[in-house]
Structure formats: C-alpha cells, structure tokens
C-alpha cells in the first residue's frame, strides 16, 4: 500500500514558477515509482511525468518538456515537481501517482507506452492566469 499527499498548488501568474510536493508513505512507498498527472474540467488526467524508484530515468510529456522537472528525495519519501515557465493551459488539478518501478521501467521508460499508476493522491490545484 501507498498513501499519498500533494503539497504547493496555488494560484500564479503566466511566466511564475511552482514547487509541487508529494510525501508517500507505507510499506512500498520507496520501491514505487512516483510521478504526476494533470486533469482540467472536461477532459482525461493527463500524464504530466515520472521517475523511478532510484530517481533515474524521469520521463516528460511533450507539453512541460524544458520546463518541468521531477526528482525525487527517498531519504524524505518525497517527490517534487518543480514547475517553471507557466502557462494558463498547465492549469489543472496535479496528482500524484504510484505503481510498481518495474513496469514503468520496462513499459515506459524502455517501450514508451503510457504508464498506468496503482495509487493517487488527492490532488493539489494549480491555476495560471494570463
């Protein structure tokens, strides 16, 4: 089991910079791995990023790709999301995922395929005005 909770949504203007924070905890928190996902009104959660359990091999959509960058603290059970460069259309409600390391591994860091995360946290908003 992995319970999770996201941290440093907040309301921000176009150009701003976020910090959002996820703690883990239970039996496979560490050997999890972590990453996030996004949902606005209307349309899927969308995968945003991911890392593995070691906190190599982080993956990005197109979309946040040099703007965005996830790392992870094992030694804190903690994964940030540290977001630069906002803009209006990245905001959405920002979850945080996990699931076992080794499928998003070989799935998709190695095949490239969508990854599909076995635990959620709540969510943590982030709106950007224009």
């Known amino acids: 089991q992995v319970q999770l909770v996201e941290s440093g949504g907040g309301a921000v203007q176009t150009g701003d910079s976020l910090r959002l924070s996820c703690v883990a905890s239970?039996?496979?928190?560490?050997?999890?791995?972590m990453g996030w996902f996004r949902q606005t009104p209307g349309k899927e959660r969308e995968f945003v990023a991911g890392?593995?359990?070691?906190?190599?091999?982080?993956t990005y959509a197109e979309s946040v790709k040099g703007r965005f960058t996830i790392t992870r603290d094992n030694t804190k059970d903690t994964v940030y999301l540290q977001m630069n460069s906002l803009k209006p259309e990245d905001s959405a409600v920002y979850f945080c995922?996990?699931?076992?390391?080794?499928?998003?591994?070989?799935?998709?860091?190695?095949?490239?395929?969508?990854?599909?995360?076995?635990?959620w946290g709540q969510g943590t908003q982030v709106t950007v005005s224009s």
């Open positions: 995922a996990a699931g076992l390391s080794s499928l998003y591994e070989i799935r998709t860091v190695g095949a490239g395929t969508p990854w599909d995360p076995d635990y």
């Open positions: 239970g039996r496979a928190a560490k050997s999890s791995a």
């Open positions: 890392v593995n359990w070691r906190g190599t091999s982080p």
